[in-house]
């Protein structure tokens, strides 16, 4: 038990180590990001942002059928059988729960991205998962998303009304993220008396959603979605997710992971091309379901990236 604490000591040091050089690099890319909105009108930052998803932020969640078959040692054909029928499923019922009950559908969604979110942020820094890192992941998430809805309001305001036909004030998003960000405090504090964060990370995240601010109040609501999406949430999601995979984040581990990732990838681009040549004269029903297409296999990918950081 005790060499089991020292590696796992070992490699959370090391995974820390990897991703402090990661973010370095991150922040360069995130402020060239911001400089290029400068330049460019918001139909290309549009254009951008859907090539950036459509690549790195799709790719960074088709190798879910690989990570349950690491975690469980189940024989490859009889993985890939389960894990499909079990994505068709949470799919279907997405698609079920957004068709009849968009309003109940898009507020799960919303709580699920959230914790999401704030684990990628937060995960390194617990030795385990507890009902009290899991709520930080949350709200932490909360005050991302938040922040994005409150400074984007126009544009997020037509999304939600169309999916779910409600009109939500700004005052509204307003409420969520200083309630989020209150609860947010609270707890940080708590688990900060009780030794379970260090104020090192505090303060370095702080900084981070510092950056997100920035990003956000900047940038129009895709392109500031998807500065954050992929350069704070599927790049770090990448290289953990090769890490585990192949013991290493070597050129060759990173050719390996794109290698068994590639037909899923060429799977979601197909559906999502198809959903284009439907809706592509039609742009706010587009960008409708083009999230709720993302939001349909985003609820199994959490629930594989959740059981990869236990």
């Known amino acids: 038990m005790f060499n089991f604490k020292i590696t796992l000591l070992n490699k959370m040091k090391k995974k820390a180590i990897i991703l402090s050089k990661l973010k370095s690099i991150l922040i360069v890319c995130t402020f060239f990001c911001l400089w290029l909105s400068v330049f ?17 932020g799709i790719f960074h969640g088709t190798s879910d059928i690989g990570i349950i078959q690491n975690l469980s ?6 993985i890939h059988l389960q894990v499909a029928l079990s994505y068709l499923f949470i799919i279907i019922l997405a698609t079920v729960l957004f068709t009849y009950l968009p309003a109940f559908a898009l ?3 919303i709580i699920v991205s959230a914790y999401h979110f704030g684990e990628q942020h937060w995960s390194s820094y617990f030795t ?20 994005l809805f409150f400074l984007n309001y126009k544009e997020v305001f037509i999304i939600i009304k169309d999916i779910t036909s409600y009109g939500l004030s700004s005052d509204f998003f307003g409420y969520i993220w200083v ?11 708590f688990l900060l008396k009780t030794k379970k964060l260090r104020m090192f990370n505090i303060i370095l995240e702080l900084f981070y959603l510092l ?5 956000f109040k900047t940038a129009s609501l ?12 599927s790049i770090p999601s990448i290289v953990d997710q090769v890490q585990f995979l192949y013991g290493g984040t070597k050129k060759e581990d990173f050719v390996k ?3 068994s990732s590639l037909l899923y990838w060429v799977i979601s681009i197909f559906g999502l091309g198809i959903l284009y040549f439907i809706f592509k004269d039609q742009k706010e029903i587009f960008l409708s379901i083009f999230f709720i297409s993302i939001a349909a296999i985003t609820f199994p990918h959490v629930w594989v990236m959740s059981r990869l950081n236990k």
Request: net charge neutral.
């Open 40 to 56: 460019f009108a918001d139909t290309i930052e549009d254009s951008l942002a859907f090539i950036l998803i459509l690549t790195i």
């Open 222 to 233: 895709l392109w500031a979605f998807a500065i954050y999406f992929i350069f704070w949430h």
């Open 179 to 189: 309630i989020s960000s209150g609860l947010l405090v609270v707890l940080t504090l």
């Open 128 to 147: 385990n998962i507890t009902i009290w890192s899991a709520l930080h992941f949350t709200l932490y998430g909360m005050v991302i998303l938040f922040s």
């Open 211 to 215: 950056i997100f601010l920035i990003v």
């Open 73 to 78: 040692h189940t024989k490859k054909n009889i």
């Open 107 to 109: 507020g799960l969604f």
């Open 257 to 259: 992971y794109a290698k």
